[in-house]
């Protein structure tokens, strides 16, 4: 399993200041550092996905389903938590061409509740896929304070590639059109890459 960057980082930070805290004061200083470290490599692993085939939308993110919700007659969304021990790598819901990436300044709220799809800090990618187009949101938490996208605009991705990461807990959501119809509901754990999300109508998909 691979272990991103930034988990490294900070593990070896962590790691640092539990050697000196011990060697400076006494052993049991260092004990709350090792700990910390050892959560910052659990939190930022990434392991291997294999993503289903098929026109499918497939979770972008690991955690549990807080919301499927009609937006208007044309367009769904479904809410994503992921909690401090969910993988919190993200991927594309289906595979196309990114056709606009923003990124949104917003509040920290809890990314359980409903206002955050709104008024949280939020990157937005969205891709033109098979079934038409997909709008995938990155959105911050009460305690992430930083999205990370690896994609542009302009760029092509295959289903459940590696779009980037949040820190700590956060929220994704995806929003998609009549063409799909959902297959999950709330209270779902889900896991990015793996788990379906919506299925064509033309299939007779049902929640």
């Not at 807080?66 to 401090?84: D, E, G, K, P």
């Not at 063409?179 to 896991?191: L, S």
């Amino acid at each position: 399993m691979k272990i991103i960057s930034d988990g490294i980082y900070y593990a070896c930070a962590c790691l640092l200041m539990g050697i000196v805290g011990a060697y400076l004061l006494n052993n049991w200083v260092g004990i709350p550092f090792y700990v910390v470290a050892g959560f910052c490599l659990y939190f930022f692993r990434d392991p291997e996905r294999v993503t289903p085939p098929g026109d499918l939308i497939v979770s972008p993110a690991d955690g549990k389903v807080v919301a499927v919700a009609a937006l208007s007659q044309t367009r769904t969304r479904i809410s994503i938590f992921l909690n401090v021990f969910d993988v919190h790598v993200n991927r594309t819901p289906v595979p196309g061409r990114i056709v606009d990436v923003a990124y949104q300044k917003g509040k920290f709220l809890v990314a359980s509740h409903e206002a955050a799809s709104m008024d949280n800090e939020q990157n937005t990618l969205t891709v033109e896929g098979p079934g038409g187009r997909v709008v995938c949101k990155q959105i911050a938490g009460l305690i992430a304070r930083r999205i990370v996208c690896y994609k542009k605009a302009g760029d092509s991705v295959a289903a459940g590639e590696r779009i980037g990461y949040i820190k700590f807990g956060s929220r994704m959501d995806v929003i998609f059109g009549p063409e799909y119809k959902a297959t999950v509901k709330i209270g779902d754990k889900v896991a990015a890459g793996t788990s379906v999300l919506a299925r064509p109508v033309s299939e007779g998909a049902g929640v």
